[in-house]
């Protein structure tokens, strides 16, 4: 994973490529990693450049976002593609997770 941006409050994570069962570990750990850093209130995950992705990947996000609750800060997606929104609608995860149209709509 890229550590895109980092502010006082909102850190970026950019995977790419394809978010599956034989990267999901390493993927949750390095959000899960850059959500318990005590400078980070928002976890923001800009999904632009992720082409593909797995129940596992989606497992990953679900459980960053329940650490995310426990610890008090925010877990948003942005940039989702229209072929990735169509996995959150069917899993009915569009209910769950903040989604935003791009990252200028989320630093806005």
């Known amino acids: 994973m890229q550590l895109a941006l980092k ?12 978010l599956n069962a034989a990267n999901a570990l390493e993927f949750e750990r390095d959000l899960t990693t850059a959500l318990a850093q005590d400078d980070t209130s928002i976890l923001q995950v ?17 459980s960053t976002l ?28 569009d209910e769950v997770f903040e989604i935003l149209e791009s990252e200028a ?3 806005a």
């Open 46 to 62: 800009d999904l632009a450049a992720v082409e593909s992705l797995d129940s596992a990947a989606l497992m990953a996000l679900v």
């Open 105 to 107: 709509t989320a630093t």
């Open 66 to 93: 329940k650490l995310a609750g426990k610890l008090g800060r925010s877990l948003r997606l942005c940039s989702v593609s229209p072929a990735l929104r169509i996995i959150f609608e069917l899993t009915q995860l």
């Open 7 to 18: 502010s006082p409050k909102i850190t970026v994570i950019r995977p790419h490529g394809c």
